[in-house]
């Protein structure tokens, strides 16, 4: 039982609306169901789960080593504790690009985005990556379409040729993703204000801007990304680093120094945790069907 209202249909519905607002949709990424639930209590659009990120928790480089068990199953985990949309990364379709859409579908995901890298893929901020030919990506994504059943799931199409190819080859690239059916488009690795004008002049149709810290990317103000053109950016792994941050300079400090008591303003309270995961909520729920099972056995 979770206090989530809202069924897949209308969080697919939600964000398609959200996306013609003409303003620009906020996604932070979500490691796991209880960064969700704070994503939504803040106020973003849309939660978003990184294939980097969900590679990482399981103790893996982002090389292609996660599979569609893994990622389907923490991104269903993640999207039903909150009553926002959420966007999957689906790294290259794993294997089967029908297959993959249809158990995204089927666990309530809102929408995913596929990449034009080779199967044994790279972060799309690192050197040294490869790609597969422009029609081998216009099949796949044509198979995502066909597979979908409802038209609000989104299909993204994600490229990485910038840093490959160059800008020019990228752009053209993504005129065929746009064209093969694609309805949101993810330049990846974009590196400054030009680049991301460049590609809006270029491009009609929705584009999303990776905001990756410590990437190829300089790091730009969401108005500024919106005032270029852009309808989507995302947080991918911020809510992760800063975790594994604290995470590691707590579990330094109480090696040192044998206590917790130096850090205890670092973390989050038992008070803010029962609210954010509802205690209360769940507690008068339990009492009430408590009491209705007692009465009815008098």
Do not use: W
């Not at 809510?239 to 989050?268: P, S």
Request: some cysteine; charged content about 30%.
């Amino acid at each position: 039982m979770h206090f989530v209202e809202k069924e897949p249909s209308q969080k697919r519905l939600d964000f398609d609306q959200k996306l013609k607002s003409n303003k620009i949709l906020r996604v932070p990424g979500a490691y796991n169901p209880l960064t969700a639930k704070l994503i939504e209590e803040i106020g973003y659009d849309a939660v978003y789960v990184s294939g980097g990120v969900m590679a990482n928790d399981l103790g893996f480089p982002d090389i292609g080593l996660t599979t569609l068990q893994d990622v389907s199953t923490r991104s269903y985990l993640i999207s039903r504790a909150t009553n926002l949309p959420t966007i999957v990364d689906i790294d290259t379709g794993f294997k089967s690009c029908k297959e993959t859409v249809e158990t995204f579908e089927e666990f309530g995901i809102t929408g995913v985005h596929l990449e034009d890298q080779i199967e044994r893929k790279r972060c799309g901020h690192l050197d040294n990556k490869e790609l597969i030919t422009t029609q081998q990506m216009v099949t796949k994504i044509k198979d995502c379409i066909t597979a979908k059943k409802d038209k609000n799931f989104k299909i993204i199409a994600r490229s990485d040729a910038k840093s490959v190819e160059g800008i020019d080859k990228m752009i053209e690239r993504c005129k065929a993703y746009i064209d093969a059916g694609a309805e949101i488009i993810f330049p990846e690795a974009l590196e400054d204000e030009k680049d991301f004008e460049k590609v809006r002049k270029e491009l009609s149709g929705y584009l999303l801007a990776n905001m990756t810290e410590f990437g190829k990317s300089k790091l730009l103000n969401y108005k500024e990304l919106e005032n270029i053109g852009y309808n989507i950016v995302i947080y991918p792994v911020t809510t992760q680093r800063l975790a594994m941050k604290n995470v590691e300079d707590g579990l330094r400090d109480i090696f040192t120094n044998g206590h917790q008591n130096n850090i205890l303003d670092k973390m989050q309270t038992r008070k803010r945790l029962y609210e954010l995961v509802d205690y209360e909520k769940y507690k008068s729920l339990d009492e009430k069907i408590y009491n209705f099972s007692s009465e009815g056995h008098e």
